[in-house]
């Protein structure tokens, strides 16, 4: 068991909304990386069939298909302080409309230069039919700071409970991490070069079909834990050698050029002490017990 | 056999495009890779002491340095334009203040294009000064390889980057070449509008790639790289740039790179020549070694 100090972390509620799907591109459609038109739907909204625990390709014309239902800041000042407060675990609670009272779960982050930013959050089934775009929600936002003990990596965008599920262990300074797969560095793509660690997500490239063939993605899944060899998603996010980051696939997979599943990080040692045992099973809907 | 190049250039439409110099700006501190905080000067402006020829690295409190003078145009249809059309290499013209009627070149884009006008011209030009871009190069194909995409190229620089045709195949001289996994902010973006950056973030990393060295206009060649319709990681494929900007201590962010040319096949081949820079090419400067 690993020992935190979570008793002294600040919980504290932020505000979103339940946001509207835009489209990457606003009129007509984006260019695949071989050159073929798309219509590319998936980033906001609600979904009423799409959740974490499902596979990231064949969803036709999707591109970055976010699970669930996407929340937004309630305006522009707001939106920082949900993206880079909210962690996964959290409880979100509507405050509006039909579905006033209902609950969910936080279960992902996405979001960087250029693109809208999200937190993802799940709801069963039977309540999402009472929701509706723009309702708010509040989430009771609590996991930054998190720390563990006799760990000198970083953890970031996990509550303190949802850290606790993963069952990890410390060996010698070394933490050892369920993950379903390793990704190397080469195969990173946009999303190199953005922001720190607690905002934003980086993608597994899922192009060109050579590609997702030689490194085996084809069954990764939507909230699946990956282990990112050499790379640092720390104050930014680029190539370290020796580093190693643990992130969640946060949203599903892309056909444009250097696109594909983001990754938001959960762990990062600069130093390379964190050490993957590959689990097929670890995705965030096990850990969090979800139910369609 | 040394075949010399054939192009469209003929079939292209040459048409004038306008930017100002623009002011730098500033919002305060930044953060480094490892927490540290910097001020990170360089973008936009003008630059009396920095040009292409120069080293990348070692400007006191650099962030993506960009050489001579930075121009975009502020409306934003207008700067659409603009970023699509001119080219690298493409001839430049000022057209208000002191400096009116003086000639450059565009060497780079970043965000905004850098230009290079003689160092008499430079001290006469004001910010907020128009500058216009005899802009030529979209649509530019080489004859007999419909598989190299050219991007962002002037059809007169294509032509002086010593690019000779050996058994059916470019022969690109280059001053260095990188593998896929050093590739930086910009990933995924397109080529035509935007650079990427050779990552300066591992020092261990950076030392062994030989990216110190780096000069503004150096051609360098980047592994396992596609940059057609966007861009991002294919096998055995290769594209071709020119470096545009300086050095970055963000994580994921280095030099940047233009990119010219682009191939799945196997179609281009480098060789490695420390003058391969387009302030040679461009008649700016004398070769560096000699």
Avoid at chain 2, 59 to 71: D, K, R, V
Wanted: proline share 4%; aromatic share 8%; with cysteine.
């Amino acid at each position: 068991m690993i020992k935190t100090n979570k008793d002294k972390l600040v919980v504290q509620e932020v505000l979103g909304k339940i946001s509207h799907p835009v489209m990457i591109q606003s009129r007509g459609y984006v260019i695949t990386w071989d050159g073929k038109p798309k219509i590319g739907l998936g980033i906001g909204g609600i979904k009423y069939n799409v959740k974490v625990g499902d596979p990231i390709f064949g969803w036709p014309e999707a591109e970055y298909l976010e699970p669930g239902v996407a929340l937004e800041g309630i305006d522009d000042r707001a939106k920082g302080a949900l993206l880079n407060l909210s962690c996964v675990g959290n409880e979100v609670k509507v405050i509006s409309g039909e579905g006033k009272g209902l609950k969910g779960v936080v279960t992902g982050k996405a979001g960087y230069a250029g693109a809208p930013a999200h937190v993802l959050a799940h709801f069963s089934d039977e309540d999402l039919e009472k929701l509706a775009i723009g309702d708010r929600v509040r989430i009771k936002a609590e996991g930054v700071g998190l720390e563990i003990k006799g760990f000198e990596g970083k953890v970031f965008n996990v509550s303190p409970s949802f850290l606790e599920s993963l069952d990890l262990e410390l060996e010698d300074g070394e933490l050892i991490v369920p993950v379903v797969k390793e990704i190397p560095a080469y195969a990173m793509g946009s999303g190199v070069g953005g922001g720190a660690a607690m905002s934003g997500h980086w993608c597994i490239q899922t192009c060109p079909p050579e590609l997702v063939k030689e490194l085996g993605l084809e069954d990764l899944r939507i909230g699946d834990l990956v282990a990112c060899r050499d790379i640092l998603m720390l104050y930014g996010k680029g190539y370290y050698k020796g580093a190693i980051t643990v992130g969640i696939i946060a949203f599903g997979a892309s056909d444009r050029g250097g696109h594909g599943a983001g990754v938001f990080a959960i762990a990062v040692s600069k130093e390379g002490k964190i050490r993957p045992r590959i689990d097929p099973e670890a995705n965030v809907a096990k850990y969090l017990g979800l139910k369609r | 056999m040394r075949v010399m190049l054939k192009t469209n250039k003929d079939r292209l439409v040459k048409m004038a495009v306008m930017g100002e110099v623009v002011h730098p700006s500033s919002r305060g501190y930044t953060v480094d890779f490892e927490g540290k905080p910097r001020m990170g000067l360089g973008m936009s402006g003008i630059k009396y002491n920095v040009t292409v020829g120069d080293l990348c690295y070692g400007w006191a409190e650099e962030e993506h340095m960009e050489p001579g003078l930075s121009i975009s145009n502020r409306d934003p249809n207008e700067n659409a334009a603009l970023s699509v059309l001119a080219c690298i290499g493409n001839e430049v013209k000022v057209v208000t203040g002191e400096a009116r009627g003086a000639k450059g070149y565009i060497i780079g884009k970043h965000g905004n294009f850098m230009v290079w006008l003689r160092e008499e011209d430079q001290e006469k030009v004001n910010i907020g000064d128009k500058i216009q871009v005899k802009a030529w190069g979209v649509g530019l194909k080489i004859e007999g390889f419909d598989d190299v995409k050219v991007n962002k190229l002037s059809p007169d620089l294509l032509e002086r980057m010593g690019i000779t045709v050996e058994n059916g195949r470019l022969v690109v001289p280059v001053v260095n070449e990188f593998p896929a996994y050093i590739m930086g902010s910009g990933y995924g973006m397109w080529p035509v509008t935007i650079d990427y950056d050779i990552q300066t973030t591992c020092p261990e990393v950076y030392d062994e790639l030989g990216l110190k060295k780096l000069r503004f206009g150096d051609i360098v060649a980047l592994r396992d790289q596609l940059n057609w319709w966007g861009r991002g990681y294919y096998k055995g494929a290769i594209t071709i740039g020119v470096v545009i900007h300086g050095w970055s201590s963000h994580a994921g962010h280095g030099p940047g790179v233009t990119t010219f040319l682009s191939t799945k096949s196997d179609k281009i081949v480098t060789k490695t020549d420390p003058d391969a820079n387009i302030a040679y090419y461009l008649g700016i400067r004398k070769k560096f070694k000699k």
